[in-house]
């Protein structure tokens, strides 16, 4: 069974940065650099949106529309933690950040950390 540790959350100011963790344990047949890895995020209120995913095949990129710019998804291997940096925090960035981690069938999410933008 896969486990997600997602920190580095916290509250900022806008325009401020911010670095999530995600970081991957118990693999037993497979290894953190087969997956694919995303971050979602949820507001109050609202349903849970896809931010970004580093794809294992070829390493593509995907970003939302609203954060392309601005946030940067990467991973390093060798600690089996991805990241999320992200740059110029806007109020509507609030929410709470889940990473997930998918290969094939098989998907995996973190308990998530709190992010909260405001002035």
């Known amino acids: 069974q896969v486990h997600l540790v997602e920190s580095g959350g916290g509250s900022v100011q806008p325009g401020e940065s911010l670095r999530l963790s995600c970081a991957a344990s118990g693999f037993t047949r497979s290894r953190f650099s087969m997956y694919d890895m995303s971050w979602y995020r949820q507001a109050p209120g609202k349903e849970r949106e896809f931010v970004a995913s580093?794809?294992?095949?070829?390493?593509?990129?995907w970003y939302a529309d609203n954060v392309r710019g601005r946030f940067t998804i990467s991973k390093d291997i060798a600690k089996n933690t991805a990241y999320l940096q992200m740059n110029n925090l806007k109020s509507e960035d609030s929410g709470v950040y889940f990473c997930?981690?998918?290969?094939?069938?098989?998907?995996?999410w973190g308990q998530g950390t709190q992010v909260t933008v405001s002035s």
């Open positions: 997930k981690a998918k290969n094939g069938a098989k998907e995996y």
């Open positions: 580093l794809l294992r095949a070829g390493g593509n990129y």
